[in-house]
């Protein structure tokens, strides 16, 4: 099966850095997302990740290590909307299909 | 352009009864594919569908069932419902049959409650 571990809450300060965590085991892997939610929303694409490296885009940026089954999405200048729901999700291949795993989710606060 | 419709918003439903949750994909997009939040957790993956045909299916009991039509909209039925099967269903589109850097664009779902 496939297993996806994120911190389950995490909290920063407006303009600070904050970094989340994933780390996953599975077979067939296909690419890692990342997607944010807000309380009662539903989730937003926010980056793809398949090959080893940094992608970054405007103040988020993610990086994955397919070796070691990490990753992480970097926020950048935080600001009070980025309270939220971060989801890492794996896509893996299996019995012909395509498949994607979401993990449970960091609950991000920000605070002034 | 209109993103992801999912009708109804929000149903309540007892116990036993069965229910029909429709989508509509974004225009252009081919793949549909369900998910089932409960509060606190990630979405779960149900089915996967991509031009008319089946092509993913995950952990869920025989009474979830779906189908996507010539237009590329989708029904998610469940047979038999369950107070177990209150959750947010969301669906989620994408131009291929892998998110890849596309990602998949989630309506913003149907909230069911079965009492």
């Keep these: 099966g496939q297993n996806i571990d994120q911190p389950t809450e995490m909290t920063a300060t407006e303009g600070a850095i904050v970094q989340i965590n994933c780390t996953y085991q599975t077979s067939g892997f296909n690419g890692l997302f990342w997607y944010q939610q807000h309380a009662g929303e539903a989730p937003t694409f926010l980056s793809y990740n398949v090959l080893d490296g940094l992608?970054?885009?405007g103040r988020f940026s993610s990086f994955l290590s397919r070796s070691k089954g990490y990753s992480y999405l970097l926020l950048k200048e935080l600001q009070m909307k980025d309270?939220?729901?971060y989801l890492c999700a794996v896509d893996h291949f299996e019995g012909g299909s395509?498949?994607?795993t979401f993990g449970r989710g960091t609950s991000l606060i920000v605070h002034p | 352009d209109a993103g992801v419709t999912q009708s109804p918003t929000h149903l309540i439903k007892t116990r036993g009864q069965h229910v029909t949750l429709r989508c509509s994909p974004i225009?252009?997009?081919k793949s549909v594919s369900w998910y089932q939040q409960v509060l606190g957790q990630g979405p779960q993956f149900i089915f996967q569908y991509y031009e008319k045909e089946e092509r993913g299916r995950g952990n869920f009991p025989d009474r979830?069932?779906?189908r996507q039509f010539p237009n590329y909209s989708s029904?998610?039925?469940?047979?038999?419902?369950?107070?177990?099967?209150?959750?947010l269903y969301l669906c989620a589109s994408s131009p291929t049959r892998q998110g890849s850097g596309y990602g998949y664009t989630f309506?913003?779902?149907t909230?069911?409650?079965?009492?």
């Design chain 2, 27 to 29: 225009s252009g997009h």
């Design chain 1, 55 to 57: 992608e970054e885009k």
């Design chain 1, 83 to 85: 309270s939220a729901s």
């Design chain 2, 107 to 109: 309506g913003s779902g």
């Design chain 2, 75 to 87: 029904e998610l039925n469940v047979n038999a419902l369950l107070l177990g099967d209150s959750a």
């Design chain 2, 111 to 115: 909230r069911l409650t079965v009492v």
């Design chain 1, 98 to 100: 395509y498949i994607p």
């Design chain 2, 64 to 66: 979830f069932s779906a």
